[in-house]
Every structure is written in C-alpha cells, then in structure tokens.
C-alpha cells in the first residue's frame, strides 16, 4: 500500500514537473476543435476558451521568469479557430445590418458582438499583450484587426436597437443566451458598447521599433560581408565532422560560432548563430515519418543533402552539413525526450517549423512577436512546451543562441547536452566535456553535477584619497549562482 501510495505521489509530481497551464490550454484547444462536427455551440466553447486564454496571458505576461514559445503559438490557433467558427455568426451580422433577419439571426449577431467585445478588451487593453495580438493578427493576414472592425464597427454599435428588438421576439430561455438582451432588459445603457480605441502609444512604439530595426539591419548589412583568414577551423577537420555527424538526430540544436566573421561580435555571449538539424531521409524513414504530409515543405531540401534548416539575415534558408561546418566552434543539444514523444508531437514541431519558411530576419529581435523572427526565434516558437530563459533589452524580451546554449546549465533544464568541439586546423578538433563546456560558458559544475553561473557583482563606493579628495572608485566580488527555468 505505501509502496503504491508513493508511486502515485511521484506520478503527480511529475506531472506537475512537465505539464504547464499552457499545455492544459493546447489540450483544451484540442478538444474544441475534435468537438466541431458534434456540438451546436462549439462557438461559445471557442470564445470561452479563448477568453480564459486571455485572462491567463495577463497573468502570464506578468510573473513570467522564462519564456515559452507554446504560449504564442496558442494564442494564434486559438484566434484561428475562433475566426473560423465565427463565420456564420458574422453571415447573420451582415444580414441583420443589410436586410430583415430573423430573431434566431439576430441573436446570433449580438452574441457576436458581445463575445467579440469581452475578447477585444480582454486582449487589447493590456500594451504587451496587444501587441502579441497585433502581431499574430500579421501572421493571419490581418484577419484579426479586420475582424474587429468589422464587428465593433460604429454602424454595428447604431444598430443594436434594432437588432435587440428583433431577438426579443425569442423565447426567455432564448433571449438569456445574450448579455446585451440581459442588460437591455435591466435598462442599462448599451450606447456605446460596440467599440474600438485608438492607442496612441502603439505609433510611438512602432517608430522606435522601426528605427531600431532599420539601424540593426543596416549596420547587418554593413558588417556581414566582413571576414578575415581563411575559414573556420572545423571546415577541413574529416575526422571531427564525420564524429559529430555521427551524432547528430532529427530535431537536435546545432550552435556555430565564427571568430573570422564581424557579426560574430556583436552579438552578446560566445555563440553567435544556432539552427535545426532536421534529418536525414534515412533517419526519418527509421522514424516512419518521411511520407508524413508535415515533412512535404522539407522533404525535397533533404533529398538534397540540405538537412539543416535556419534564420540567416537574408530568410530562413537551408544548408548541407559540409558547408556549414565551416566555423571555429560547435556545439549540440538536445530537447530531453523529444524523440520519445509521440509521433502526432514529433510532427507537430515539424510543422510549425514548416511555418517559419519564408519569414522575414527579426532586428528588432523581439521574442514575443513571431511575424518576423531570428535564428534562435525558430527553435523557441517550434519545440513545443518548453521553457528558454529570455534577456530584456531595449524594453523588449529577447533570446540568444548563447542563452539558448546556457540553458543547458539550469536547473530543470530542457535540455541535454551532445558535445562542444572547438577548432584547431594545426592539431585537429578538440572534444569537450560538459564540464569544460560550462567552464568556457562561465559555469561551474558541483560535486552534485548540477551548475551554477559564475559573475561579477561590482558597485560604485566613495573613496577619500590622501589629499582627502573623494573618488568614485568601481569595486567588484565574484560570486556564483543557480539559475533556474
């Protein structure tokens, strides 16, 4: 009895371990959508669905420590479905407005506005959360903003009078399915309660994010043709690459660091590019995933030899193994378990990997914004439920291929750890153990082996010197710390 009592206990923990809200959300979704062709009102199950999606994303987006590139990719399904589901209820708007509809149509019409109006403000009140929003709503062909102005326009706000008349006609049971008639019947003023605002603040914030991005990609411009030597060092190594090619599996994360390239230094931390190595035709035959319709957008790249898929300044493109191993450093990891989901998973990163083809480069390099995105942006937004540490900087959340690698050395990382060569065409490649990796990383394992991040915490102190004046004098401590996801 103890024996089982634990057990449960441990299953429980670990479901609470590798399940997140998130997750409870997509499975939610999930169940909308396989419940479509059996419900009548899969379109409040749509709307209320989406609705809790907001409240938790203001919740979210508030003590968030990390980022998760599901949450993203909920919001935007989530939208999608409801667009869906809303067609016909915006036949009965267009009809209610146009002609005589029927109190059935017309109900259906309010309950349009009304389901509209809660998600409008759920999600567009809030800065951050609009702008993700806005941002999907890009991806979708502006779907989403058309929407609302087509919905919450102000002929639609003038007309509910005449649509509230009509439905009323409806049996009470009916007409309680409508806030509007609930609130009509109370004699609460409905004047204003189809409408959009205007956010001043959404125009300066896309002109400094314009004039930032604009800056980032010209200098882009500017730097990427400059290098110097010749080569990397992995690039003629036979026996190093043939090692690492070995190693590598579908969906694993390859890093690449270019010491004989400019833009290698202006990106923050050592690694300054990563990309996805999406198999060979052998391995995923082997997966008995290669005649899978998610793999058409890649399969004839991988008949190739072009198995690696990635975000450079100029689109997401791919590369065969040869010719971008040629750089000074590299290094791999893997997403704990992801070749031991299930295949419907292990296909559903594929296709969202799918989406990111033809994308435009992300110089901003905003996280949460997926229209445009960066190399590191594929694997955040593709991989699922899975936690990555983010940098703010200039007010918006960011990740790196470095952070993405040091994620290796949190605790309860996602990640587990391949290998780290580093170049050298005199001597030949050099195979690294984690530990050294996480030393050059600046991370110091424990006699435990787990991590922790080794820095300096530095302050400005006061200092009188013989003559007594008073100097600002810098001092710093070293220090280490555990960094969790």
Not at 60 to 84: A, C, D, M, T
Not at 235 to 246: N, P
Not at 332 to 337: A, F, I, P
Request: proline residues 2%; charged residues 25%; contains cysteine.
């Amino acid at each position: 009895m103890k024996k089982s009592l634990c057990l449960l206990i441990l299953l429980l923990c670990s479901s609470n371990i590798w399940s997140s809200e998130l997750a409870r959300f997509e499975e939610n979704l999930e169940r909308v959508v396989i419940s479509r062709d059996k419900s009548e009102d899969t379109h409040q199950k749509i709307y209320e669905h989406t609705l809790n999606l907001g409240s938790y994303s203001l919740e979210y987006l508030w003590n968030r420590p990390n980022g998760n590139g599901l949450f993203l990719y909920i919001i935007k399904e989530s939208w999608q479905v409801y667009l869906e589901e809303s067609a016909p209820y915006r036949r009965d708007l267009k009809k209610s407005l146009d002609t005589v509809s029927s109190p059935k149509e017309s109900l259906r019409a309010l309950q349009l506005i009304e389901r509209t109006q809660a998600l409008y403000d759920t999600y567009m009140n809030n800065t951050e959360l609009r702008h993700i929003l806005l941002d999907q709503s890009n991806i979708l062909n502006n779907s989403i903003t058309e929407f609302f102005k087509e919905v919450l326009a102000h002929k639609v706000n003038e007309a509910l009078p005449v649509l509230i008349n009509r439905a009323k006609k409806l049996s009470e049971k009916e007409e309680s399915a409508s806030i509007i008639l609930y609130k009509s019947s109370r004699k609460e003023d409905l004047s204003n309660f189809a409408s959009l605002k205007n956010y001043f603040s959404d125009y300066v914030s896309t002109i400094l994010s314009r004039t930032t991005s604009g800056l980032s990609s010209g200098f882009g411009a500017i730097a990427g043709p400059i290098e110097w030597g010749d080569g990397g060092q992995i690039r003629d190594d036979q026996v190093a690459k043939d090692k690492i090619l070995r190693g590598l599996k579908p969906l694993d994360i390859i890093f690449e660091k270019k010491s004989y390239k400019l833009t290698d230094y202006t990106i923050p931390g050592y690694w300054g590019h990563n990309a996805v190595w999406i198999g060979t035709k052998d391995q995923l035959i082997e997966m008995g995933i290669w005649n899978a319709r998610e793999l058409d957008p890649f399969r004839e790249q991988i008949e190739k030899g072009n198995s690696i898929f990635e975000m450079r300044k100029w689109g997401t493109t791919f590369a065969e193994f040869n010719k971008w191993m040629d750089l000074d450093d590299y290094a791999q990891v893997r997403v704990k378990g992801i070749l031991k989901r299930s295949t419907k998973e292990i296909l559903k990163v594929y296709k969202i990997l799918a989406e990111q083809i033809g994308k435009n480069y992300d110089f901003s390099f905003n996280a949460d914004t997926a229209f445009k995105i960066t190399c590191s942006e594929i694997i955040y937004l593709s991989y699922g439920d899975v936690k990555w540490p983010l940098d703010y900087i200039l007010g918006r959340n960011t990740i790196t291929p470095n952070g993405m690698a040091e994620a290796i050395f949190y605790e309860n990382s996602p990640l587990e750890y391949i290998t780290f060569v580093k170049g050298d065409r005199k001597n030949g490649a050099k195979f690294y153990t984690k530990q050294e990796f996480g030393n050059l990383m600046n991370f110091t394992m424990l006699p435990n082996g787990s991590f922790v991040q080794r820095y300096k915490q530095c302050s400005v102190k006061h200092e009188r010197n013989h003559r007594r004046a008073i100097k600002l004098v810098n001092k710093c401590i070293n220090k280490t710390r555990t960094l969790r996801l």
